[in-house]
């Protein structure tokens, strides 16, 4: 079998580590692949050639990407000219929609097949992006159910793979043994506090989890509260905030063990984004709060066509837990919520067997599904 010529560009860390198991997965199929584009450590790992730093794309919101724009587009217009000589078999662009479509399509008409790993929210906000998406891509690769079924109706070719996180964490975790783990007392009530990974998200919820936290603890003084930060440096800035407007809370800290933390605790309060889903697949209780800038808001809230923000009600279809957004992100309305689970875990079972219910859903072997149906247009 000849070698097979495969490009791979993922926008952020998120987008490394699917992509680290879309090519072990790939390797099972043909061992004669040579893989390259952008990627970062776990890539490169699996022998996948980074032509540049994966920081180079990891931008967020709307000022931060714009500042950098020169820097961006000089990149893309440098990796359109290198795979049009190269002419892999395959390019295969992994989330960061905003670089990788306008790479996909002109790389398309160029007669190399594409393939998009990780739908952009294009059923929640900016609709009319699918007919691009539709002339860009060969296949979408959806993680979640509805989004296929948006494609679908647009007949756009798609394929579910399934969550990759969805198949990493257990059906159950024993959370005394998770507590264990983490030298912890296995006994008594445990709230999660989890703010997000980014400085603005810190910025904006850290202050009102910490003002929520308290009220629990006021009301519930047994109660014990744990957290943790995705590097050292949020750590610092988390742990400033933490002094700055709770020095009193009893709040444990890690780094980089943010699923250990969820699996310890018996409720979570988290902002919106993968967080959630992960809290899901846990099986635990949560509040979902969300606050940015008043500028952000007043966008995004003309911009997004969905009821829901939090991955738990769009893959339900149903309000399974409460999300708090804006104004609404009270400290005093968080702490009733969390609370009333605290007090009532009863009332958490039938919300857990639906959690169960999307945890079997996603579980589809993500990197296999995918790999599959890559090969398959390869061929």
């Known amino acids: 079998m000849p070698i097979t010529r495969i490009a791979i560009v993922a926008g952020e860390a998120s987008g490394d580590l699917l992509g680290a198991g879309l090519i072990q997965a790939l390797k099972q199929f043909n061992t004669d692949i040579h893989f390259s584009g952008i990627g970062g450590p776990a890539m490169q790992q699996q022998g996948f050639q980074s032509l540049y730093e994966l920081e180079e794309l990891s931008v967020m919101g709307i000022i931060e990407p714009l500042c950098r724009l020169p820097r961006l587009l000089r990149i893309r217009s440098e990796l359109y000219r290198h795979f049009s000589k190269t002419k892999p078999d395959l390019f295969i662009g992994i989330d960061a929609p905003d670089f990788n479509l306008g790479l996909e399509l002109k790389l398309r008409k160029k007669g190399i097949r594409t393939v998009h790993y990780v739908s952009p929210s294009v059923w929640a906000w900016r609709q009319n992006r699918i007919h691009k998406i539709a002339r860009a891509v060969d296949l979408m690769l959806t993680l979640l159910p509805f989004e296929a079924a948006f494609y679908q109706k647009h007949h756009v070719p798609?394929?579910?793979?399934?969550?990759?996180?969805a198949d990493e964490i257990a059906m159950r975790v024993d959370k005394a043994g998770i507590r264990s783990l983490l030298a912890m007392n296995p006994q008594g009530p445990m709230l999660a506090l989890l703010p997000g990974s980014r400085r603005q998200e810190l910025k904006y919820l850290g202050p009102i989890f910490l003002e929520a936290a308290i009220l629990c603890h006021q009301a519930k003084p047994e109660l014990r509260f744990i957290t943790s930060s995705i590097n050292k440096e949020r750590d610092r800035e988390w742990r400033a905030l933490h002094q700055q407007y709770a020095p009193q809370l009893p709040l444990e800290f890690f780094t980089g063990r943010s699923r250990d933390v969820m699996a310890a605790a018996d409720a979570i309060l988290v902002t919106s984004g993968t967080a959630t889903l992960e809290a899901l697949l846990f099986k635990r209780p949560m509040v979902i709060a969300y606050r940015t800038s008043a500028c952000n808001y007043f966008l995004g809230k003309r911009l997004i066509k969905t009821p829901f923000i939090g991955l738990p009600n769009l893959l339900a279809q149903e309000r399974l837990v409460p999300e708090l957004i804006q104004d609404a992100a009270r400290p005093e309305v968080m702490a009733e919520l969390l609370l009333n689970y605290l007090n009532h875990p009863e009332q958490t079972f039938k919300l857990q067997e639906k959690f169960s219910a999307?945890?079997?859903?996603?579980s589809q072997n993500a990197d296999l599904?995918?790999?599959?149906?890559?090969?398959?247009?390869i061929q």
Do not use: C, N, T, Y
Request: net charge neutral; proline share 5%.
């Open 158 to 165: 798609v394929k579910f793979v399934g969550h990759p996180l």
């Open 369 to 377: 599904q995918a790999a599959q149906a890559i090969f398959e247009l």
């Open 358 to 362: 999307i945890h079997q859903q996603l």
